[in-house]
């Protein structure tokens, strides 16, 4: 079975703090994928990014960084001097190797005040 | 643009009634999803749909219905047996073989009246 776990529910910082959003995943499988996505409270899921089990370099994207570590079975996102406009509910998820389906955790929201 | 269309963006149903949400892709993508999104519960898949006139249930298909008769759409009926309803649902597609992001619609939010 796969599962993913974003422990953190809520989060709240101040402009410019770092921030960083946890995600844990399950799964057996050697090939998997896994995302993240972005909703603003417009509803619409924005990708942000996929990595595959067999790239564990982390990536660095601006603000936005993410670590993808095998060993903790984790692939936590870091946003680097936030800004309010990085508010929204992000999303964590793991594909498995040769499924179609998307398995997400249940988001966390972040919400940054000027 | 290519894209995914989902309308309405809100629907008010009674209880008792069918509805159907609409999804339509002009991305020529192979698969198409439907996930329901209640507050602090994530995204759910309720259908799935790789080709044409093909389709399997996901975690939480009981009182929902699809179809695929064409590459582009795939709607999704709640009917009268889904118990409770009301959400956000999401409509998701993806190029098969990609292990790319999948490409999501701005959802419908349903409400029961």
Redesign the interface.
């Known amino acids: 079975a796969q599962k993913v776990t974003q422990a953190q529910?809520e989060i709240s910082v101040v402009e410019k703090e770092d921030v960083t959003l946890d995600c844990v995943y399950e799964t057996r499988d050697t090939t998997y994928?896994l995302?993240w996505?972005k909703q603003p409270p417009?509803?619409?899921?924005v990708?942000l990014?996929?990595r595959?089990s067999f790239d564990e370099q982390n990536e660095i994207s601006g603000r936005y960084s993410w670590n993808f570590q095998k060993s903790t079975s984790s692939f936590n996102f870091t946003i680097t001097a936030s800004q309010v406009v990085d508010s929204a509910v992000y999303?964590c998820a793991l594909?498995q190797g040769g499924s179609?389906?998307?398995?997400?955790?249940?988001?966390t929201k972040l919400t940054v005040n000027p | 643009d290519g894209g995914i269309t989902q309308s309405p963006k809100y629907l008010f149903r009674k209880e008792g009634q069918n509805v159907t949400l609409s999804c339509e892709q002009n991305l020529n993508h192979d698969a198409m999803y439907w996930y329901r999104q209640d507050p602090g519960q994530g995204l759910r898949l309720i259908y799935y749909s790789q080709i044409v006139n093909d389709f399997q249930k996901g975690d939480i298909a009981e009182g929902y219905s699809v179809s695929r008769e064409k590459k582009e759409s795939f709607p999704l009926t709640v009917t009268s047996a889904q118990k409770n309803p009301t959400a956000f649902y999401l409509c998701a597609s993806l190029a098969l073989g990609g292990g790319y992001g999948y490409t999501f619609g701005s959802g419908t939010r349903l409400t029961v009246v």
Request: glycine share 14%.
């Open positions: 529910t994928y995302f996505y417009s509803g619409e899921l990708f990014i996929r595959n999303f594909r179609e389906k998307l398995v997400f955790g249940k988001g």
